[in-house]
T-cell receptor
């Protein structure tokens, strides 16, 4: 089954304690992305990756790091979490354009609800 | 700024009615447009995509695109209580791997 898997689904932590949210996809997608979603602010992109070892900042990258060492994995790292990073996080993936394929669909993981105390 | 604008709602419609959701976008290079449905606390789920001017129908859903007016809409016919959710409009400058999301419109279908 095609899927994007995020772990953990729920996390409560304290300010300053480093954490990693993992994201893995089994569809051989080149493009992967992290979003955060906050009430009234919608989905905002944190970081994205076009392929292995290629990452770039989205709209709200401050306080986050990512890596793309393998095609299937795209972990989100919070080196020193702060309460303003309390949010619902989504990982997503899609193919880059192929002329022979229909237009892309972006697949989302189930989400990680993070609370930083 | 690549903005996608939606009325936040809530939009309330009675069961069986047509729900009309609207979206405007500012980036004229946008090529692909998507409607996602999101239930509270759940991940967005793609329900429609549209790439050319005009209408595209899929079951009870019809997406409409007018690139000259930079306007996208979603019609839901025979609305059901299970359609109650937030609907996210997204625009992409490419085939759809990079998405600019609106903040969503909350739809409430009342029995």
């Amino acid at each position: 089954e095609a899927q994007v898997t995020q772990n953990p689904r729920y996390l409560i932590t304290v300010t300053g304690k480093k954490l990693t949210v993992t994201c893995s996809q089994n569809m051989n997608h080149e493009y992967m992305s992290w979003y955060r979603q906050d009430p009234g602010l919608g989905l905002r992109q944190i970081y994205y990756s076009m392929n292995v070892e290629v990452t770039d900042k989205g709209d709200v990258p401050e306080g986050y790091k990512v890596s793309r060492k393998e095609k299937r994995n795209f972990p989100l790292i919070l080196e020193s979490p702060s309460p303003n990073q309390t949010s619902l996080y989504f990982c997503a993936s899609s193919l880059l354009f192929r002329p022979s394929l229909p237009k892309n669909i972006q697949y989302f993981g189930a989400g990680t609800r993070l609370s930083v105390l | 700024q690549k903005e996608v604008e939606q009325n936040s709602g809530p939009l309330s419609v009675p069961e069986g009615a047509i729900a009309s959701l609207n979206c405007t976008y500012s980036d004229r290079v946008s090529q692909s447009f998507f409607w996602y449905r999101q239930y509270s606390g759940k991940s967005p789920e793609l329900i429609m995509s549209i790439y050319s001017n005009g209408d595209k129908e899929d079951g009870r859903f019809t997406a409409q695109l007018n690139k000259a007016s930079q306007y996208v809409s979603l019609l839901i016919r025979d609305s059901q209580p299970s359609d109650s959710a937030t609907y996210l409009c997204a625009a992409s400058p490419n085939s759809g791997y990079a998405l600019n999301f609106g903040k969503g419109t909350s739809l409430l279908v009342t029995p």
